[in-house]
């Protein structure tokens, strides 16, 4: 299954870097649904999907759907590094955190 999800997430992005919106909205959808049945809702797999997604719902003018992707990022990031950095130094704990992923960059684009 994960290589479906690879190639599914691939197309997803290239058709994203075109602008074909409707054709990257199938492969993206399709690719999130399968990472999480097959990998967990709290893969990063499944978490880079989910930002895909949400990228691709702003623009498309979905900013609901675009907020409530980033919100869900956002909400599982933290609490991905509150796990993971339980057993970790103060240093290696503070620098664990550039690498989890963020619906951020999607909550303030929605702001302004």
Do not use: C, N
Request: aromatic share 4%.
């Amino acid at each position: 299954m994960i290589p479906r999800v690879l190639s599914l997430f691939g197309l997803g992005k290239v058709f994203l870097s075109k602008a074909q919106y409707p054709a990257a909205r199938l492969e993206l959808d399709q690719a999130l649904a399968l990472s999480s049945a097959t990998l967990g809702a709290e893969s990063p797999r499944t978490l880079a999907l989910l930002g895909r997604s949400g990228a691709l719902d702003y623009l498309e003018g979905r900013r609901a759907e675009a907020l409530e992707h980033a919100l869900a990022l956002e909400r599982t990031g933290r609490t991905l590094i509150v796990q993971s950095t339980r057993a970790l130094s103060e240093d290696e704990a503070l620098g664990a955190r550039t690498s989890v992923f963020s619906g951020i960059d999607v909550l303030v684009a929605l702001a302004s």
